[in-house]
């Protein structure tokens, strides 16, 4: 009888809502599990969102309900369906750790875990540079400066070898290697720590070492700060660094709404145009999927030669 009871009480004292303090647990739980600093700084976003909204009111539980309640909100705020996806998967890996360390009714979190987020339905159009844009953005930079050879090398990384801005800015000199009579970039540690081998064409590799020459630089990482009297200084660049040279050499070359990633997204299809293979862009680019490097290549839709340009009810002109 004693134990029956014991085990009623146990069963009646299982959590269904979390204190701020629970949240912050579970939270640092999710973090300290994840192994890339991107994916921290994702996951840390959308659950200190999501903190913010379920406490911005009395809510009764941590539920399957008050989650789909979460999406819609995520919905009126017109977001994109991957976008939203992102922040339910942070809110899922929320709800794991919770119930992991006994913070949470595992039957509650199981339930947080079966809500479905919205589909992704047809095929965003993205950013891709023509070749004629891609050859005048890398060409912007002034080759006769210390800055411009840098910025020219850093643009050939990101275009030709495909590049995360993450991965260009923490190159180092050491990585850049002959294989098969070829210049490379050698275990590269990219997203999720995989590791990969980039091939770097020879047009790369010169504007590298041209930057390397004049910056007198022959050990450590590749891409160093430099100050406007035109001298080096520090011991490499930021992301952040990578993103204000895209932004003012695609400025400079009238080209609008350019990131850096969108550099990466047109290395796949001038590849391919290249005649490269599939499975030879998807070593390239570091994809586990081939279906990402087929997103990579672009939309399906022959856009320059539509379909609807000439159905035979147009004007004779």
Not at 78 to 90: F, H, M, S
Not at 95 to 124: F, H, M, Q, T, W
Not at 219 to 231: D, L
Not at 285 to 291: A, F, I, K, T, Y
Request: net charge positive.
């Amino acid at each position: 009888m004693k134990c029956s009871k014991q085990n009623r009480s146990k069963k009646s004292s299982s959590k269904h809502s979390l204190s701020l303090p629970d949240l912050d647990q579970a939270r640092s739980a999710v973090l300290n599990s994840l192994p890339s600093k991107e994916s921290q700084r994702g996951y840390r976003h959308a659950i200190d969102e999501f903190i913010t909204w379920y406490c911005s009111e009395p809510r009764l539980s941590f539920n399957k309900a008050v989650v789909t309640r979460y999406r819609i909100h995520l919905e009126s705020r017109q977001l994109a369906p991957g976008t939203i996806n992102g922040r339910l998967a942070a809110v899922r890996r929320l709800a794991y750790e919770a119930a992991d360390a006994g913070l949470l009714s595992p039957d509650l979190a199981a339930g947080i875990r079966r809500v479905k987020g919205p589909k992704n339905l047809g095929i965003r159009l993205g950013n891709w540079l023509t070749i004629d844009q891609a050859r005048a953005l890398w060409q912007v930079p002034d080759p006769n400066t210390l800055k411009g050879k840098r910025d020219r090398a850093l643009l050939g990384l990101l275009l030709g070898c495909g590049l995360r801005r993450k991965e260009a800015a923490e190159l180092d000199i050491a990585h850049l290697q002959r294989r098969e009579d070829h210049w490379a970039i050698v275990d590269l540690v990219g997203k999720a720590r995989h590791v990969r081998t980039v091939p770097v064409p020879n047009w790369v590799k010169s504007s590298i070492d041209t930057w390397l020459a004049s910056a007198g630089l022959s050990e450590g990482r590749v891409f160093r700060c430099v100050c406007r009297a035109g001298k080096t200084w520090g011991d490499g660049v930021t992301e952040r660094v990578v993103w204000h040279v895209v932004k003012d050499c695609a400025k400079r070359a009238a080209i609008d709404r350019l990131a850096p990633h969108d550099l990466r997204r047109t290395c796949a299809p001038l590849c391919r145009d290249a005649g490269g293979e599939l499975e030879q862009i998807q070593f390239l680019l570091g994809h586990v999927s081939v279906q990402t490097t087929e997103r990579y290549l672009g939309c399906k839709q022959h856009l320059r030669n539509a379909v609807n340009d000439l159905i035979g009810i147009e004007p004779n002109c």
